[in-house]
């Protein structure tokens, strides 16, 4: 139990163009979704926290409105990255947070979406 | 403010021998600790945790990890690495349980 789905696995765009990124919990409700960046060779950093029916919590220095997160369901999560160009290029990976493990501090992880600007 | 250092990005061990990852974190609070492991193409899989309670924590596939407040450590080990573990794992420390912060990871490599 405990799986989370992310579409696609990878995508290329070109520069100017928007991708939506899709995460999903499989077989569990999730009130509270994460999504992180990935650089080569670096850390995960939370990007925003994304709460069911209401608006996101976003990071220092993560711009609100390139970054568009609606979190319309209790299993759905999506990231839309808006107006992409090449910088924006990384591995994208979100989390999820069971809602019977809420005080567990648990978050389970999705495989990741590579998107690459060119 | 929170941060973790994984000392070294890539460790190599031979089959069969002692696995030790190093994971050291800064935190004003009493922190929870994670250790995650990714294997290539995967989501990140837990290992183990520590919220409260005891500091030796034992975790899935045969991995431990003890948290020592005094030298702000939470190491990784095992006693005998398999093929099976050759991954990248990542420390995580929380204070609040929504905002992780994430070490470099390390690159385990096990010798045949």
């Known amino acids: 139990g405990a799986v989370v789905s992310q579409h696609p696995s990878w995508v290329i765009c070109k520069s100017g163009t928007s991708v939506k990124i899709e995460c999903r919990s499989l077989?569990?409700?999730?009130?509270?979704m994460f999504w992180y960046r990935q650089f080569p060779k670096q850390s995960l950093m939370l990007m925003a926290t994304?709460?069911?029916?209401?608006?996101?919590?976003?990071e220092q220095g993560v711009e609100k409105d390139k970054f568009l997160i609606n979190h319309a369901s209790l299993t759905l999560s999506t990231l839309t990255v808006t107006s992409a160009h090449p910088e924006d290029s990384s591995f994208y990976i979100c989390s999820a947070r069971p809602n019977r493990l809420a005080s567990s501090y648990e978050q389970y992880f999705g495989p990741g979406t590579r998107l690459t600007v060119t | 403010a929170q941060s973790v250092t994984q000392l070294g990005s890539h460790v190599s061990v031979s089959e069969g021998a002692l696995v030790l990852l190093r994971c050291n974190y800064s935190s004003s609070v009493p922190p929870y600790l994670f250790w995650y492991v990714q294997y290539p193409n995967q989501g990140l899989q837990l290992l183990l945790k520590y919220t409260t309670g005891a500091t030796l924590v034992k975790g899935i596939n045969g991995f431990e990890a003890e948290f020592k407040k005094s030298e702000t450590s939470f190491h990784l080990t095992k006693p005998s690495a398999h093929m099976s573990d050759a991954a990248e794992y990542f420390c995580a420390v929380s204070e609040d349980g929504n905002q992780f912060y994430f070490g470099t990871g390390t690159s385990l490599t096990v010798i045949p």
């Open positions: 077989d569990f409700q999730a009130t509270t």
């Open positions: 994304s709460n069911e029916g209401s608006k996101a919590t976003y």
